[in-house]
């Protein structure tokens, strides 16, 4: 259960904030293993790519097809596109 204290993955890493109510460096309830949290940052990461994607004005129109499709088509779009 998330706590008052949850922030952001990042700050999670930082060790400003917990997530999911766990701090860094402990162990998760649920989640298995000491690095339970790197799906999490990668998943993190692969958004902020596709963001920064569909704020581009460089390619308008790979931009308006990411606005068009759910973040999963976005996701494999851009992994069959450029590479994962």
Do not use: C
Not at 15 to 32: E, R
């Amino acid at each position: 259960m998330a706590q008052q204290t949850d922030g952001t993955i990042l700050e999670f890493l930082a060790g400003s904030h917990s997530y999911d109510g766990v701090w860094f460096g402990d162990l998760h309830p649920t989640l298995k293993g000491k690095f339970w949290w790197r799906p999490i940052l990668r998943e993190y990461f692969k958004e902020q790519i596709i963001k920064a994607f569909i704020a581009s004005d460089d390619d308008p129109i790979d931009s308006q097809l990411y606005r068009d499709l759910s973040i999963a088509d976005a996701k494999e779009y851009f992994n069959e596109t450029y590479g994962k």
